[in-house]
């Protein structure tokens, strides 16, 4: 078994910063890729940031030079900052954990809203 749990979000208003949180804990020996992805009302859920083991990353480009995403790796945890937030931030932020490269787990998500 293997949870992953998000935590941090919240209300903000626009132009502020939040941190965002993502512990993995469980049967697992290590965790591969780590990322954040979110899903906002009546869309798609999309890609925000990834990072390899290894602390390579990867954004999509709405979130470059806004959004650091980092990790823990003794901690088994991932962290997504939030700066310049926009009101199209706004969503449901979900972690995804790769244990091996078929093997991955998704959190219960936590939301995000950002006001104008």
């Known amino acids: 078994q293997v949870q992953v749990m998000e935590s941090g979000g919240g209300l903000v208003q626009a132009g502020g910063s939040l941190r965002l949180s993502c512990a993995a804990a469980?049967?697992?020996?290590?965790?591969?890729?780590m990322g954040w992805y979110r899903q906002a009302p009546g869309k798609q859920r999309e890609l925000v940031a990834t990072i390899t083991r290894g602390g390579s990353t990867n954004y999509a480009d709405y979130v470059k030079a806004r959004f650091t995403i980092s990790r823990d790796n003794a901690k088994n945890t991932v962290y997504l900052h939030m700066n310049s937030l926009k009101p199209e931030d706004t969503a449901v932020y979900y972690c995804?954990?790769?244990?091996?490269?078929?093997?991955?787990?998704w959190g219960r998500g936590t939301q995000v809203t950002v006001s104008s």
């Open positions: 995804k954990i790769s244990v091996t490269v078929v093997l991955t787990y």
């Open positions: 469980g049967s697992f020996f290590s965790i591969n890729d």
